[in-house]
């Protein structure tokens, strides 16, 4: 199993992302993908969630009409769309797989203990 983030970088405040995850090594209908993201000094946190197999997405609230998440199954790819950046985002974003047989109640819950699989994170920097 292997999950590549791709994306990260530099920004202004007010600025916008893109961050993709590439995922390999697991069947991908079989999979809910999520972002996670962790600032420094600070636990792991949830920031989306996606069933790739019938399109059903989940956002804390910091990041609700702000994030969006989508997926293109024909490339087991899932991305994250960032925009109105601020600094308070600043992480790096970790993209993570569960099976979806756990259920949606769990994935959607972004507890990163709940979830099997992880990639290595890029990093997010937003200057204000």
């Known amino acids: 199993v292997q999950l590549v983030e791709s994306g990260g970088g530099l920004v202004q405040a007010g600025g916008s992302l893109r961050l993709s995850c590439s995922a390999s090594?697991?069947?991908?209908?079989?999979?809910?993908l999520g972002w996670f993201r962790q600032a420094p000094g600070k636990g792991r946190e949830g920031v989306s969630a996606i069933n790739p197999s019938d399109n059903n997405a989940y956002y804390t609230t910091s990041v609700k009409g702000r994030f969006t998440i989508s997926s293109d199954n024909a490339k087991h790819t899932v991305y994250l769309a960032m925009n109105s950046l601020t600094p308070e985002d600043t992480a790096v974003y970790y993209c993570a797989a569960i099976p979806t047989r756990r259920g949606n109640g769990v994935f959607k819950r972004l507890i990163a203990n709940d979830w099997e699989y992880w990639g290595q994170g890029t990093q997010v920097t937003v200057s204000s």
């Open positions: 090594g697991f069947a991908f209908d079989d999979y809910a």
